[in-house]
T-cell receptor
């Protein structure tokens, strides 16, 4: 039923650990995204994949590595977690198939990451 | 680059009051414009959108009109309810796979 799902919903971990967040969409979309929402609710794109190819890679530390095993999945792996990584991470998907189209993005429920 | 400027919050209203949240944008070309809503503890939901000038998006009593001449996409609702308490985000898609978001406006409606 759920269009865009993420696991886990909450993630509490110690500094220096490595963790992954998983995202799946059942909308048949070609493009998936990761966004970060900070404590002031500001949303910023991190990565985007189109048909398993990386098309957006914003200024994000290379400790963050997205992986797309297929069109329906986009996972986010974070190495050596730092306090500043604490945020809510949202996955999204859209049917956008080219850089000139502007299709709606549909968001997952978010993963709240807390680094202690 | 593309950017969205949204009115600062928080906004506190009484039930049945009129709500307006201002949003202006800067973009090259002809972007699509969106309003997303985030209810407490939840993800973002699309509220409404408009894809070309003079289009009006509407949903759940909310409306916004794409005004190219003023580069604006203000959100309005004539009579708010407690259940409208949420954070509202204006966003722009310029066709480069990205959504550029405004800073969000927290709206609290009191009974």
């Amino acid at each position: 039923d759920t269009a865009v799902s993420q696991t886990p919903k909450y993630l509490v971990t110690q500094m220096g650990n490595d963790k992954s967040i998983k995202c799946e969409q059942n909308l048949g979309h070609d493009t998936m995204y990761w966004y970060k929402q900070d404590s002031k609710k500001f949303l910023k794109i991190m990565f985007s994949y189109n048909n398993k190819e990386l098309i957006i890679n914003e200024t994000v530390p290379n400790r963050f590595s997205p992986k797309s095993p297929d069109k329906a999945h986009l996972n986010l792996h974070i190495n050596s977690l730092e306090l500043g990584d604490s945020a809510v991470y949202f996955c999204a998907s859209s049917q956008q198939t080219s850089a000139t189209s502007t299709d709606t993005q549909y968001f997952g429920p978010g993963t709240r990451l807390t680094v202690l | 680059g593309d950017s969205v400027t949204q009115m600062e919050g928080p906004v506190t209203l009484s039930e049945e009051a009129f709500l307006t949240i201002n949003c202006t944008y800067t973009a090259t070309g002809y972007p699509s414009l969106f309003w997303y809503v985030q209810y407490p503890g939840e993800g973002l939901q699309l509220l409404l959108k408009a894809t070309k000038a003079d289009d009006k998006g509407s949903n759940k009593g909310f409306e916004a009109t794409y005004r190219k001449e003023t580069t604006s996409f203000h959100l309005e609702k004539g009579s708010v309810q407690v259940s409208d308490s949420a954070v509202y985000f204006c966003a722009l898609s310029g066709g480069d796979y990205k959504l550029s978001f405004g800073a969000g406006t927290t709206v609290t409606v009191r009974a």
